[in-house]
């Protein structure tokens, strides 16, 4: 079935450096959407970036990712990271739309320090 | 921000107690998915329903497990007979497309 993998479950950064947190997936269907979610403490999940196109760089809100289904990868990164960043970060995969199910990483907190 | 309307937010219930959360997906969003989060933020797929329809299921913990999403009526997810391994975030989701949409979440404590 689906999988998402995110290898690192805590990455610690000091304010103003650059993130780059992993995303890697693996599923037999040659057209899947990736997202990232952030979730903050005590918040549900809500949607940072989406991609459906390979070689295609998405950005929103400072973050971007590039979808690059050769290396079937979705890596999150921003170049300055702020203390407002700290949170969980989510990888998900959908292999379609309709009943196809939102699959998970493992998820990646990210702690941002002054 | 999130149009996906979860209801109680917060439910406390007795080992053996039936627990009743309730959703309102975004309007026009014909998929509706119910996710458990657990004390160690993993994410755990329930059940999806598009319209009234069941989708896909997990083999639903001993059928303690039951949900519906009956037309012109919030969806549900019930749990028979509450269990502390119950304790979690139980998130709906819903999606018109590809994005799928949060609420923001019912966070069920087993005492």
């Known amino acids: 079935g689906d999988s998402v993998t995110q290898t690192e479950g805590l990455v610690t950064l000091t304010e103003g450096l650059p993130v780059m947190l992993n995303c890697t997936y693996q599923t037999i269907y040659s057209n899947p959407f990736l997202f990232w979610y952030v979730q903050h403490l005590n918040e549900s999940p809500r949607l940072l970036l989406k991609s459906f196109t390979d070689n295609k760089r998405t950005e929103h809100q400072g973050f971007h990712a590039t979808l690059h289904k050769s290396s079937s990868s979705f890596h999150l990164q921003k170049s300055s990271a702020q203390l407002s960043d700290s949170a969980l970060y989510y990888c998900?995969?959908?292999?379609?739309?309709?009943?196809?199910?939102?699959?998970f990483g493992s998820g990646t907190r990210l702690l941002v320090s002054p | 921000n999130s149009k996906v309307i979860q209801t109680p937010r917060y439910l406390v219930k007795g080992q053996g107690q039936k627990a009743k959360m309730r959703c309102i997906p975004e309007k026009g969003h014909p998929v509706v998915f119910w996710y458990q989060q657990n004390k160690n933020n993993e994410f755990k797929f329930l059940i999806n329903?598009?319209?009234?329809?069941?989708?896909?299921q997990i083999d639903m913990t001993e059928k303690r497990f039951s949900a519906e999403c009956p037309s012109n009526s919030p969806c549900s997810l019930e749990i028979q007979s509450s269990e502390a391994g119950d304790s979690a975030l139980y998130l709906c989701?819903?999606?018109?497309?590809?994005?799928?949409?949060f609420g923001k979440g019912t966070r069920l404590t087993v005492v």
């Open positions: 989701a819903s999606s018109l497309s590809a994005e799928v949409f």
């Open positions: 329903f598009q319209n009234q329809e069941v989708l896909q």
């Open positions: 998900a995969l959908r292999s379609g739309t309709g009943g196809y199910k939102v699959v």
